[in-house]
Structures are given as C-alpha cells and as structure tokens.
C-alpha cells in the first residue's frame, strides 16, 4: 500500500505564491507519472499539472506560466510551485501517483487527502 501526503496550503492574497509538496511512503518499487488535481466547490476534479518520470511535464492551459510542477525521484516527492494566483484558482488540491509495489506489479493509482488552498481578492 502507497500512502500520499500532501503539505503547503493555505490562504494567500491574489498575486500570492504557495508551495504545494507530496510525499509518498508504504510499499513502493517506483512511482511512474506523479499529478495534481483539484477541485472547487460544485465542479468536477480537474487535472492541473503532471509530470513523467524523466520530468516531462505539462499543465492545463488555465495555469500555463504561472505554475510549475517538479519531483524528486530519490524523495518521492512532487512539487507544485503557484505564483501569481488567482482567487478561481481557490481549490482543494490532491496529489496523484501511478505506483507499482513489485517489479512484477502494474502501476496502481494513489491519491492525497487533499489540501486547501484559499486566494482571496
């Protein structure tokens, strides 16, 4: 089993930065693509940004510029680095992770608890 925890929400003003971090722990033999998610009150859970392995990354057209997504692989850990944010970029943000437990295993799909993050105008 691979657990997610997530770490660096909060409140900020708009044009305000935060730095989102996701670790994962439990049984892992790799962790493939790494994500974050979020989702607002009454919407569905939108994709944000992921990034590969070999740090390919891309991000939904509606944070290009303003977000950047990063990992360490030794760390097992995944960055979301928001600057210049907007009170619609008022969320609560997950993390997401294919992980595979063996060599002889398929990835499987993890998630974070979710943290919130509140950009007031």
């Known amino acids: 089993q691979v657990q997610l925890v997530e770490s660096g929400g909060g409140l900020v003003q708009a044009g305000g930065s935060l730095r989102l971090s996701c670790t994962a722990s439990?049984?892992?033999?790799?962790?493939?693509?790494m994500a974050w998610y979020r989702q607002a009150p009454g919407k569905q859970r939108e994709l944000v940004a992921t990034?590969?392995?070999?740090?390919?990354?891309n991000y939904a057209d509606a944070v290009w510029g303003r977000f950047t997504v990063s990992r360490d692989n030794a760390k097992n850990t995944v960055y979301l680095q928001m600057n210049s944010l907007k009170p619609e970029d008022s969320a609560v943000y997950y993390c997401?992770?294919?992980?595979?437990?063996?060599?002889?295993?398929?990835?499987?799909?993890?998630w974070g608890q979710g943290t919130q993050v509140t950009v007031s105008s």
């Open positions: 997401h992770a294919a992980a595979r437990a063996s060599i002889r295993s398929g990835p499987t799909d993890y």
């Open positions: 439990g049984r892992i033999f790799s962790i493939n693509d």
């Open positions: 990034i590969t392995r070999a740090g390919m990354s």
